[in-house]
């Protein structure tokens, strides 16, 4: 599946990029909103920019600007996303009522940047005013409420984005009225970004709805499931990596993931992922495969002493084995998006040592090429015969699952 998003740069004064605004795109013919449904176009920029791509791709060092609807807000969903590389734009003509404001503050409070979109002055929206650090200013509105606006910001100390400046003159006058960043169709349009993203099988989708919806669900369960999907796996890493941004810890299992990631995060993941409307099973085969290396793997290793107790981590390597049909170009910048263990990393880039020789080893059987089985399964000491049976009952296993 075709992932796709807009972005356009944000300047400061010293025409340095300080973020791009992410907008939602459903093909690269449209570089334009198509009017979809506002929780839906939130959900696909955000899925779309956090896991479908790498977000340092996405917006270097810089700020994700953001627009979340009142919904979206209410739910929680920014707090997916670290403080560190998020913007929460807020629109004006939102319902703004009690559980609104608390979002909002509740966000601030916990270091969020709010941003005020396409924002007028008026009375009664003096306490989200209040909440808000930057306010956009519309540069295509009535030049009095312009004027009116970017006054009640100066006085007030909010800081001012001029956006959709489309002419030197117009850039001067926003500089005029203290604006402290710059945006528009003068600096650049939206860009387009895109690339093939695996997404997760219906069929499994919806037994993680039906589990995290339970009061005290089973994480064992949630694992399980997890652990035969292999873009949910990756969605997650994406997620772990989001959430907290450059984490230090590295993941070596799916229950560590999840344990790292705790369950109201997994749960706002979930509903996000309902929001983009997952219902494609194109993606079957790549499932089945990397499934069946995923579970060969871990069979591998636990016929192994010395890291028998590791299978887990093997089971991981093995599920990511098929990031190339993804659109990868390069594996070892696609492996940086994920705060994976060193170990697994190496093992799928073919580095060397036993994590490299036991993925070398299930690949090379489920293609057939059987000089290099035999070249591995000398090297650790490994029957032959019982590795066929390994792989048989790895493919059995997979069957019973009904993703052939």
């Not at 629109?91 to 270091?111: N, S, T, V």
């Not at 093995?318 to 696609?334: Q, V």
């Not at 492996?335 to 490299?356: C, H, M, Q, V, W």
Request: hydrophobic share 40%; charged share 25%.
């Amino acid at each position: 599946m075709d992932v796709y998003l807009a972005r356009q740069p944000i300047f400061d004064t010293d025409n340095q990029v300080y973020g791009y605004e992410l907008l939602y795109r459903s093909n690269e013919q449209q570089n334009s909103y198509t009017g979809v449904n506002g929780d839906e176009s939130t959900a696909d920029v955000i899925t779309n920019a956090f896991f479908g791509l790498d977000i340092r791709d996405v917006i270097g060092g810089g700020k994700a600007f953001i627009n979340f609807t009142g919904n979206l807000l209410k739910h929680g969903v920014p707090k997916m996303i670290s403080p560190d590389i998020v913007v929460v734009e807020v629109l004006e003509h939102m319902m703004i009522d009690e559980d609104l404001i608390a979002a909002c503050q509740d966000l601030k409070e916990r270091g969020y940047t709010i941003a005020l979109d396409d924002f007028e002055y008026d009375n009664s929206y003096s306490d989200i005013f209040q909440i808000g650090e930057i306010v956009k200013i519309d540069f295509r509105t009535d030049p009095k409420k312009i004027e009116e606006t970017a006054y009640i910001c100066r006085y007030c100390n909010k800081i001012i984005l001029a956006e959709k400046i489309e002419t030197p003159e117009e850039y001067e006058y926003a500089k005029r009225l203290g604006a402290t960043f710059t945006q528009g169709y003068y600096f650049a349009r939206p860009t387009i970004m895109s690339k093939n993203s695996v997404t997760p099988l219906t069929t499994n989708f919806m037994q993680i709805m039906q589990l995290v919806s339970q009061p005290e669900p089973e994480i064992s369960d949630i694992v399980e499931v997890i652990s035969r999907d292999t873009a949910m796996c990756q969605r997650l890493l994406r997620l772990i990596n989001s959430v907290y941004f450059g984490v230090r810890n590295r993941v070596s299992s799916i229950s560590q993931a999840l344990v790292i990631l705790g369950l109201d995060y997994l749960r706002e993941w979930v509903y996000l992922m309902g929001m983009q409307r997952i219902t494609s099973n194109d993606n079957a085969e790549v499932m089945r495969v990397s499934l069946v290396i995923a579970k060969f793997c871990r069979r591998l290793a636990q016929a192994i002493p010395e890291i028998a107790k590791d299978g887990d981590a093997f089971y991981l390597m093995g599920l990511l084995s098929m990031l190339d049909h993804c659109g990868t170009k390069n594996l070892e910048r696609t492996l940086r998006e994920f705060p994976l263990a060193d170990e697994i990393k190496n093992g799928l880039l073919g580095t060397g040592g036993i994590y490299s020789d036991i993925y070398r080893l299930a690949l090379c059987y489920e293609s057939g090429n059987w000089e290099q089985v035999d070249k591995y399964t000398a090297l650790y000491n490994l029957d032959r015969s019982k590795v066929s049976d390994m792989f048989l009952k790895c493919v059995k296993e997979c069957e019973d699952l009904k993703l052939l």
